[in-house]
């Protein structure tokens, strides 16, 4: 049978601000594990991750810096789909961007000609620093080679993207709401909750928890894969991963994911369950044309399919949870 939200629970304010109310929360918790018989996670023989990507303020909540249409939706329908379930969660992985106002992708990084910042959403490209149009305000060398490094990866061109998830800021924080379910879940099930922090490094943009867009800038280490995470995602059985935004953190993700699992075991392929209603793209900029790269509700869609050919699960929150 499906369980019934927690008392505190209220759909209407999943887009706003405020505290945790953690007494309120650890109360209901005891409460709610003794009347509904809610087993402890260490006892489930079938174990199920839910992995949040970037739940965050800076993206979930109307007002922030980068918030994503369609996050407050996503995030109402995730709760909805973490409380009925709750019993066969075993465990909850959440990913948080963090950054600082000095880093390559930050306005306060580069100047033109004149020494003003890049507006947000300017794409920087290898060709323009080296004809003088961006020159970077630190690291010049590394940052032109940065540029470089990432346009011959394919993935993605150099974008700046507004100051977001700023350690310290409430930006930075899991939504209150989201919070407040991961605290709930830790108490109901007796297991705690798996925080992974991604982004700090000045020199390289981080949209996958799982690794850094470039690993190496002018034989500057500045990230390597995640091996300590994804071997404890492989711990589980099934893993249902959600959040923001499809179209960068999630997809980037995800690409990681397929990529390490086709060299070392493709039948894990199918652990993988993507709740396509719990994202949605950030919106592509106004420019006509508009170049397919920053297309990015179509770079979501296709790799969505992408992603379903290869052997992951793409399900719906409102989907049956498997036996």
């Known amino acids: 049978m499906p369980l019934p939200p927690p008392r505190f629970h209220d759909d209407a304010r999943v887009g706003q601000l405020y505290l945790e109310r953690v007494a309120e929360v650890s109360q209901e918790a005891y409460r709610y594990a003794a009347e509904h018989r809610v087993r402890p996670a260490r006892e489930d023989k079938l174990r199920i991750a839910a992995f949040g990507i970037d739940a965050q303020v800076a993206f979930c909540t109307p007002g922030a810096s980068l918030f994503v249409p369609g996050a407050v939706e996503d995030t109402q329908r995730t709760l ?4 009925t379930h709750l019993d066969r969660l075993t465990g909850l992985v959440f990913s948080l961007d963090t950054h600082r ?33 961006w020159r970077a305000t630190r690291h010049p060398e590394e940052s032109l080679a940065y540029c470089e490094g990432l346009e011959a990866s394919g993935r993605y061109v150099l974008t700046i993207w507004p100051y977001h998830a700023l350690l310290g800021g409430q930006s930075h924080a899991l939504v209150p709401a989201m919070y407040e379910a991961s605290l709930f879940h830790a108490l109901v099930r007796d297991t705690p909750t798996h925080f992974e922090l991604k982004g700090e ?4 943009e981080n949209y996958s928890v799982m690794a850094p867009e470039v690993t190496e800038v002018k034989g500057q280490r500045v990230g390597e894969f995640n091996a300590r995470l ?8 099934r893993v249902y991963v959600f959040g923001q935004a499809s179209s960068h953190c999630v997809l980037s993700t995800l690409r990681d994911l397929r990529q390490y699992l086709e060299r070392t075991d493709k039948s894990k392929l199918q652990r993988i369950h993507i709740l396509e209603d719990a994202m949605s793209p950030v919106p592509a900029p106004p420019l006509q044309p508009l170049p397919a790269a920053l297309d990015f509700p179509r770079l979501a869609k296709e790799a969505l399919e992408d992603f379903r050919a290869a052997g992951m699960r793409v399900v719906r929150t409102t989907d049956p949870l498997e036996p």
């Open 101 to 133: 106002v000095f880093q390559i992708f930050h306005p306060a990084w580069w100047k033109d000609a004149e020494g003003r910042p890049p507006a947000p959403m300017t794409v920087i490209t290898a060709k323009d620093v080296r004809e003088g149009r």
């Open 201 to 204: 490094h000045p020199l390289t």
């Open 230 to 237: 994804m071997e404890h995602l492989l711990s589980f059985d």
């Open 80 to 83: 909805r789909w973490l409380y």
